[in-house]
T-cell receptor, first 117, second 113 residues
Framework: NAGVMQNPRHLVRRRGQEARLRCSPM?????VYWYRQLPEEGLKFMVY????????ESGMPKERFSAEFPKEGPSILRIQQVVRGDSAAYFC???????????????FGPGTRLLVL | AQSVSQHNHHVILSEAASLELGCNYS??????LFWYVQYPGQHLQLLLK??????LVKGIKGFEAEFIKSKFSFNLRKPSVQWSDTAEYFC???????????FGRGTSLIVHP
C-alpha cells in the first residue's frame, strides 16, 4: 500500500527557471494539500485541491505559483521564475475526504527539497 | 487567529531520559490535535492524533499525549527515549469543520547515547 509519492526528492534550479513538483496521493485519496516548510519553521499551508478543482489557495503566493490536480495523473505545484527565497521543502499530503473527522487525517509525502542557486 | 505554539525549540536528552514536549493551542470550540515526527531527511509521519474521547492518546513508538482542555495543551510524552527518537516533532491543531491543520514551529530533539 504505497503512501504519498513525491518527485523529484531534490530539485536544483537557477534563478528565473521553472520548478515543477509532482505529488501522487495515496490510493483511495482524492484530496491533495501542498505545504511549504522553510528552515526552522513549521509547515505552512499553500493550497488544497480535489480532482480538477482548486478548493482553497489562500496560502499560495499571488504570483509565480500555481497548482493543479488533473483528472488523470499527479498533482503538480509549479513555480515560475524561481527566486532564492523559494528554496524550501515542499510537502504534499493527501486525505480520503475533507473535514475534521477521522477519515480526513492527512498523510504526508517525503517532500521535494528545492534549492535555487 | 488560530495558532499552535511549541515553546521548546531545541531539546537535548540522554538515552533513557523521559521526554515531554509542550504544545499549546488557541482554538475555541471543537479541536483536533496531532503530533507528527520528521526524521532527518524524511517526511512527516503521524505519531498520534486526538479527535474526541479519552484525552490520553497512545501513539506509535511508545509515545503518548494528553489533551488538557482547561490548559489548552496537548503535550507529547515518552517515558524513555532512544537515540533513534532524534527528530523534529511538530504539533498541529485543526478546528472542527476545518480541513487545514495549523502547525507549530517544531521542536528539534537530539538524543545522545
Amino acid at each position: 500500500n504505497a503512501g504519498v509519492m513525491q518527485n523529484p526528492r531534490h530539485l536544483v534550479r537557477r534563478r528565473g527557471q521553472e520548478a515543477r513538483l509532482r505529488c501522487s496521493p495515496m490510493k483511495g485519496h482524492s484530496h491533495v494539500y501542498w505545504y511549504r516548510q522553510l528552515p526552522e519553521e513549521g509547515l505552512k499551508f499553500m493550497v488544497y485541491l480535489q480532482k480538477e478543482n482548486i478548493i482553497d489557495e489562500s496560502g499560495m503566493p499571488k504570483e509565480r505559483f500555481s497548482a493543479e490536480f488533473p483528472k488523470e495523473g499527479p498533482s503538480i505545484l509549479r513555480i515560475q521564475q524561481v527566486v532564492r527565497g523559494d528554496s524550501a521543502a515542499y510537502f504534499c499530503a493527501s486525505s480520503r475526504t475533507s473535514g475534521s473527522g477521522l477519515e480526513e487525517t492527512q498523510y504526508f509525502g517525503p517532500g521535494t527539497r528545492l534549492l535555487v542557486l | 487567529a488560530q495558532s499552535v505554539s511549541q515553546h521548546n525549540h531545541h531539546v537535548i536528552l540522554s538515552e533513557a531520559a523521559s521526554l515531554e514536549l509542550g504544545c499549546n493551542y488557541s482554538y475555541g470550540g471543537t479541536v483536533n490535535l496531532f503530533w507528527y515526527v520528521q526524521y532527518p531527511g524524511q517526511h512527516l509521519q503521524l505519531l498520534l492524533k486526538y479527535f474526541s474521547g479519552d484525552p490520553l492518546v497512545k501513539g506509535i513508538k511508545g509515545f503518548e499525549a494528553e489533551f488538557i482542555k482547561s490548559k489548552f495543551s496537548f503535550n507529547l510524552r515518552k517515558p524513555s527515549v532512544q537515540w533513534s527518537d532524534t527528530a523534529e516533532y511538530f504539533c498541529a491543531g485543526q478546528s472542527g469543520g476545518s480541513y487545514i491543520p495549523t502547525f507549530g514551529r517544531g521542536t528539534s530533539l537530539i538524543v545522545h547515547p
